[in-house]
């Protein structure tokens, strides 16, 4: 499984609790016992103690202690933007020395890490699942986990993550929603259309961006559908002009003159030739998918404490 845990801890000096959870290969909550020589040996002792003096443990904090397993992956990430991905490797502990309870950082799972850096080697759901202020989520996307898995093997030199009969067009069943509308309107943008960004999150099932020709100023509408999910165009003919990418390739019997279809292949020539405007879980896919069965080799490297 793969989850989001934010590092949000009472820590004294809060900007060194990653250094504390690299420097121990840890990651971890607080909630500690009161009792400094207190040292629960398992869940249910801690839980037990920890509901008492509590007087109950919130949702997230209960879900940290009971569902993460050994070889799921964590994504954390520092607050100076820096984010990491962590492998489990061995089972919860309960770390009760000073240091740790300075650091508000008791309830811990031995990992191993790998740095993925900032913001734009990320995903887009696992940067969404940041937005939440819970201490601990699942992420549930199964592109996303998959391109975690293969991305921490990558970075740790383990076998590679094999994709049989690979095609370029299964980029986009490799990809998360997020990442097929990033790829989309970089795609756009390249193409003169500006994005308004206050209309990226509009709530609306019809349209989900606007955009501005940086030339003629004529307004544009963009919808963007992965997975199976069709796109009727027929449904957008009295609206502005519209551009419409369905992963599915699924638009109607009837496209009409305002509507323009954003195609696939024009996404893949992107992808292969402007690599460096988009997104690291977008290119690395396509890397993989333009080897065949071989995987690239990756740029990043075992993590090191930030500077």
Request: net charge neutral; aromatic share 8%; glycine share 6%.
């Amino acid at each position: 499984m793969l989850w989001r845990l934010h590092l949000k801890t009472a820590a004294k000096d809060p900007e060194k609790i990653i250094d504390h959870c690299l420097e121990r290969k840890v990651v971890g909550i607080g909630w500690p016992l009161a009792s400094p020589n207190a040292g629960p040996q398992s869940k249910s002792e801690y839980l037990s103690a920890a509901e008492q003096q509590y007087k109950g443990l919130s949702r997230s904090v209960a879900s940290f202690l009971r569902n993460p397993k050994i070889g799921d992956l964590i994504w954390i990430r520092s607050r100076r933007g820096v984010y990491y991905l962590a492998k489990i490797v061995g089972e919860w502990r309960y770390e009760g020395d000073e240091v740790a309870r300075s650091f508000d950082v008791v309830n811990v799972y031995p990992v191993e890490f790998v740095t993925v850096g900032k913001i734009e080697n990320v995903p887009g759901k696992v940067r969404a699942a940041f937005r939440p202020s819970n201490t601990f989520q699942r992420i549930s996307d199964t592109a996303t986990e998959r391109y975690s898995e293969a991305l921490y093997r990558e970075s740790s030199n383990l076998p590679p993550l094999l994709i049989g009969n690979a095609k370029e067009n299964d980029l986009f069943s490799l990809l998360s929603d997020r990442d097929i509308e990033d790829l989309v309107l970089i795609y756009l943008q390249v193409e003169g259309w500006i994005l308004i960004p206050s209309t990226r999150e509009k709530d609306t099932q019809h349209t989900e961006f606007r955009l501005v020709h940086a030339t003629t100023a004529e307004a544009a509408d963009v919808q963007v559908k992965s997975g199976r999910t069709p796109l009727d165009a027929s449904c957008y003919k009295d609206s502005d002009k519209v551009f419409l990418f369905a992963a599915s390739g699924i638009y109607g019997n009837e496209i009409p003159t305002n509507v323009s279809i954003v195609l696939p292949e024009d996404l893949i020539e992107l992808v292969k030739t402007r690599p460096e405007l988009l997104p690291k879980s977008v290119t690395f896919w396509m890397s993989i998918l333009a080897q065949g069965q071989s995987m690239i080799s990756s740029t990043l490297v075992p993590t090191a404490m930030e500077a």
